[in-house]
């Protein structure tokens, strides 16, 4: 799968919303819910009751993409049930659409570039 690299922010609604929503309903609870804004590039994700199924909602410039994904064994690895929202890396969001477990995945080590030739 092509995903998201490098810095982009990504955003977890922990709670399950309806999803029967579209785009432009999942844009509504973002504003409304999540008090953020919906055209500012962070990825927004949103769980079913049934954790099989997740759905992205994102701003890429030219208009609103809506990712929806089910999978047909098992169930996605998900934060405790909670209000609120958390934040994900985009490694951590690469496994989570896999059906890993996000949670094992870490940041990565910076490496220093080097002062002089070897």
Do not use: N
């Amino acid at each position: 799968m092509i995903g998201p690299s490098g810095t982009v922010k990504v955003m977890v609604a922990t709670k399950p919303v309806d999803f029967r929503k579209g785009a432009e309903g999942l844009a509504a609870l973002v504003r409304e819910e999540m008090s953020a804004d919906p055209f500012s590039g962070v990825i927004y994700v949103f769980r079913a009751k049934r954790a099989d199924r997740v759905k992205l909602l994102f701003w890429d410039g030219t208009g609103v993409c809506l990712f929806a994904k089910r999978l047909e064994e098992g169930a996605f690895r998900w934060p405790s049930l909670q209000d609120g929202v958390m934040r994900l890396s985009a490694a951590q969001l690469s496994a989570l659409l896999e059906g890993l477990d996000w949670r094992r995945v870490h940041a990565g080590r910076r490496a220093r570039a080097p002062v002089a030739a070897s």
